[in-house]
């Protein structure tokens, strides 16, 4: 492929696997908390970005740091993300704090303040990970569903303002396993969400893929998720 291709949230979980699969071919910019989160990891062509995004004024120095080693990006993956389960009633005010910080208000700041480096590619796209729980009721994610349907909203209108210029896309996944998972839950592999991106990003235009929704065949499909609180 051979794109320039910013991921957010890369150390681990589906960042991970989405770092891993494009290392070999593309040039890659990498974000997490810190730097030591990529201890151990040396990609062939890749940057290394450590900045906490829960502090909203990190991402100015963030993209600075971009700014000082490319002129252009061809894609940027807004992946960096918590997820925290608990009833509303019962929700810790920091953790609502944390969520919105992190999964809403930061991916905007991040998308806004990198399209100019994204208008000076020649075909430039911005995929969102969103997840299922935007569009599901599970109990125990109002927070984290409030936020990833801010994200999936936000996706729609920014694809329409964008239109001719970026491709916007957004993915939708049920659970993918990026914990130690012993509730033998249906669940993806990190993966199979690597793999969608390389569909998505390797599409030529006029295409776009807009959104896809990811599933398991064995999934639990109701009000509750195996991780619910009881
Ligand atoms: N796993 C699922 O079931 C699932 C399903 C649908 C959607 N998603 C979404 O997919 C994305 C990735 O999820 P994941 O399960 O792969 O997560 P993960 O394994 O917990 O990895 C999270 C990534 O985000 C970074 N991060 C955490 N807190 C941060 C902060 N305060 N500032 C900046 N970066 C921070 C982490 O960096 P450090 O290593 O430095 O902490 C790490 O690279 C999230 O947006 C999540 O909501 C996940």
Redesign the pocket.
């Known amino acids: 492929m051979n794109k320039k291709i910013c991921i ?9 696997a989405e770092a891993n699969l494009f290392a070999p071919t593309n040039e890659l910019f990498l ?4 730097l ?2 990529f201890k151990n990891k040396s990609y062939p062509n890749a940057h290394y970005f ?5 502090q909203l004024e990190n991402i100015d120095a963030f993209v600075k740091d971009i700014q000082q080693q490319t002129n252009s990006l061809d894609v940027l993956v807004n ?5 925290f389960i608990e009833k509303f009633a019962d929700f810790p005010d920091k953790d609502l704090h ?1 969520l919105i910080t ?2 809403l208000h ?1 991916q905007l700041l991040v998308t806004k303040k990198l399209i100019p480096l994204l208008l000076k590619s020649k075909d430039p796209q911005i995929v969102f ?5 935007a569009k599901n009721r599970i109990v125990g994610e109002s927070v ?1 569903a409030a936020v ?1 349907a801010g994200i999936m909203q936000f996706a729609h209108v920014l694809r329409n303002e964008l239109a001719g210029k970026i491709r916007v896309s957004t ?9 130690n998972d012993t509730e033998n839950a249906a ?2 592999k ?1 993966e199979d ?1 690597a793999e969608t991106l390389d569909f998505i990003i390797s599409r030529e235009r006029p295409m776009l893929v807009e959104s896809i929704e990811l599933g398991h065949e064995n999934h639990w499909n109701g009000a509750t998720a195996p991780w619910s609180p009881k």
């Open positions: 957010t949230g890369a150390s681990k979980g589906i960042g991970l974000h997490a908390t810190s030591n989160s450590g900045y906490d995004f829960t992946n960096a993300g918590l997820m944390t992190l999964n930061a990970m969103s997840s299922m729980s984290y990833k993915i939708y996944s049920w659970g993918v396993n990026t914990w669940i993806l990190p969400i």
